[in-house]
């Protein structure tokens, strides 16, 4: 039987508010090593968005836009695609190739509690490997 | 590999049984340390002690029928280290299982889920240094169970510095309380530190042995 979601996510999110410039993204990603910030509502009618080095390079970057001016809300990817933390993980890998997407934010009711990155798929694929 | 080596001599077999059974009783106590994190039931601490002086017997024949003659000698050395190395890994489970009788069970509820996250990836080392002893028996592929490892490993860091963070948030103003969950958070993620070093003696074993 194919593990739950939950076994493997990753619970420590970094987030982001919307109204951040692009430059605190930017080092928030430098300073812990990682490639994608989880962007919070605005409001209530707001959805959560997820902003990735991708966007940073070709949203502002590569377009030689100043990354203290420009706002996270401004590049951020909205909406997320989220799943419930009792999702099996072959769901996980049939969502991610046939989106094209390399994390998916797991959910407990509204609420975002981890993410599950391909890193985390890789890691997950090789301990199953060698349990057999 | 081993297997080659051994020429099919009875002290070889005994001692490999042995030492498979060994790794059985720690899959065993790892197993019934996950259990008593998650379902907070003291009686089950006491299976740890128990399962803990099982392989105490169990080591000492290993020891004992390696120095009978099992194995070449230059192998028997190493072949004991490995064991002596799982072997503290031992004593890591019986100071939680231990500790965790005396934890403040309101402490506990905020800081349970990861601690019973790290006590679970804890069993599945210990499974897949069973399967890499095995594999090092079939000349198998020991790499792929010591990477394998290794990943287990760097999740469990991350998760000790997340429990870290989260307990000093937290007030304590009793010394015994703070030596209590200091000693208990610091043996359960001490446990996957051994079963790596136990992997990568395995796999030094498995390359000198080529």
């Known amino acids: 039987m194919s593990k739950k979601v939950s076994e ?47 966007n940073i390079i070709f949203k502002v970057l590569t377009k030689k836009l100043d990354p203290h001016k420009v706002k996270i809300g401004e590049i951020a990817s909205k909406p997320i695609i989220a799943v419930s933390k009792d999702t099996s993980i072959d769901e996980i890998y049939e969502l991610m190739e046939k989106n094209n997407i390399a994390r998916v934010f797991i959910k407990e009711g509204d609420k975002i509690i981890g993410v599950v990155s391909f890193f985390d798929i890789m890691a997950h694929i090789l301990i199953e490997r060698a349990k057999t | ?75 028997r050395p190493n072949l004991c280290t ?32 990861d601690v019973v996250r790290i006590a679970s990836i804890n069993v599945e080392m210990a499974e897949i240094l069973y399967k890499a002893f095995q594999s090092l028996l079939k000349k198998d592929n020991l790499r792929e169970k010591n990477l394998a490892i290794r990943i287990c490993e760097k999740k469990i860091d991350e998760l000790k510095l997340n429990l870290t963070e989260k307990i000093r948030q937290k007030e304590i103003t009793n010394f015994w309380e703070g030596k209590n969950v200091s000693d208990f958070t610091e043996a359960l993620a001490k446990i996957s530190d051994i079963i790596e070093d136990a992997s990568d003696y395995l796999y030094i074993l498995d390359i000198s042995l080529k």
Do not use: H, W
Not at chain 1, 38 to 48: A, F, H, I, N
Not at chain 2, 27 to 47: F, G, H, M, V
Not at chain 2, 94 to 102: L, N, V
């Open chain 1, 8 to 54: 493997i996510m990753n619970t420590k999110l970094e987030i982001i508010s919307s109204n951040d410039s692009v430059y605190s993204a930017i080092e928030k990603m430098i300073d812990r090593r990682i490639r994608s910030l989880l962007v919070l509502p605005k409001d209530e009618k707001d959805d959560y968005g997820v902003v990735t080095v991708r």
């Open chain 2, 82 to 113: 490995f064991i002596e190395i799982t072997e503290k890994a031992f004593d890591f489970l019986k100071t939680c299982a231990f500790e965790f009788r005396y934890i403040n069970k309101e402490f506990y509820k905020d800081i349970k889920d």
């Open chain 2, 1 to 75: 590999m081993l297997e080659k080596l051994i020429g099919g001599e009875k002290l070889e077999k005994r001692a490999l049984e042995y030492i498979q059974n060994y790794l059985k009783i720690f899959i065993s106590a790892q197993e019934c340390l996950k259990t008593l994190l998650l379902t907070e039931d003291l009686e089950r601490s006491y299976c740890i002690e128990n399962l803990e002086r099982e392989a105490d017997s169990v080591r000492r024949e290993i020891i004992s029928t390696i120095y009978k003659g099992a194995f070449l000698p230059y192998i």
